[in-house]
């Protein structure tokens, strides 16, 4: 029978984060599996505990959004090791890609029966991240505006924070000139934001790369134009769905490595978790992390 090792970041959304894991701790047990929880008291924290758990030989399940999603299953990129998710977080963006339930007896019977199958992580280089790996996607520009200020809300939850934190952020937002390299082929580009994603979703279920595969080893390369401000708050609920792909304003291409410039210092957010500025490097590793999905 599997043996897991949970672990939680008790700072983060822990009453969801709680529920969500007593939910599944329960038929766990019941059916022989072994499960061990582990607190974190930061980030680089989770990523020490899954790592060790990982080379005990034991699934680690990453227990909440997206930001502890992506540092723990890139921490266990490249060695071999199996990550299982928890959604019980703000966005659950990967989780969604993967199409995970949030059902706690549906999930129960995947992390207990499904087979590991490989998906891409991306490797994330720039002055403040000398080295690091996510799982979902990096973004520059007004969205990581949004991230930042959706994390920092203490009154609202889920997409209505996006939502809120959007509004926010484009109704200060002035166009930046950035310079797009995907591959050695530079792309100038001026307007809201570029995403080099992994999986299609983010921003609590927006759809930014509907095409965006997670086994297929490329990142698809997301960049929005300048447009009237009425345009972009249309264009941001055509997000939903995917739709905003057939706007003239939206250009996508696909590559194995992108570097991410820009005129000023833009922020740019990485699963969900929004500290650094450009200049960003990213590089997707085809086939690095083993998920239970």
Request: net charge positive; charged share 25%; hydrophobic share 45%.
């Amino acid at each position: 029978m599997r043996q897991f090792t949970a672990v939680v970041n008790p700072t983060a959304g822990a009453a969801t984060a709680a529920a969500a894991l007593l939910a599944l701790a329960r038929r766990l047990r019941e059916e022989g599996a072994d499960l061990r929880t582990e607190y974190s008291r930061s980030l680089a924290h989770a990523r020490e505990l899954a790592r060790e758990a990982g080379r005990r030989g034991r699934i680690v399940l990453a227990v909440g959004g997206d930001g502890i999603a992506g540092g723990v299953g890139g921490a266990l990129s490249g060695t071999g090791a199996t990550l299982g998710l928890v959604p019980a977080g703000r966005g659950n963006d990967f989780a969604r890609a993967l199409g995970l339930p949030r059902d706690p007896a549906a999930l129960v019977r995947i992390l207990l029966h499904a087979e590991p199958r490989r998906v891409d992580t991306i490797e994330v280089t720039s002055a403040v991240h000398d080295r690091t790996v996510v799982l979902g996607s990096v973004y520059a520009g007004v969205d990581a505006l949004a991230n930042r200020h959706a994390n920092r809300s203490r009154l609202l939850r889920g997409s209505a924070s996006y939502y809120a934190g959007g509004l926010r952020a484009v109704t200060a937002w002035r166009p930046a000139r950035y310079r797009v390299t995907v591959d050695g082929e530079e792309h100038p580009h001026t307007g809201y934001t570029v995403v080099a994603a992994n999986s299609g979703h983010y921003g609590s279920g927006r759809v930014i790369a509907p095409d965006a595969r997670v086994d297929d080893g490329l990142l698809d390369v997301v960049m929005i134009r300048h447009a009237p401000r009425r345009l972009f708050f249309a264009l941001m609920n055509e997000l939903r769905a995917g739709t905003h792909v057939r706007r003239p304003q939206v250009r996508i291409l696909r590559g194995g490595e992108i570097r991410i410039e820009a005129d000023r210092d833009l922020p740019y957010g990485a699963d969900g978790e929004v500290d650094a500025v450009l200049p960003v490097t990213v590089r997707v590793l085809p086939g690095a992390l083993c998920v239970l999905y």
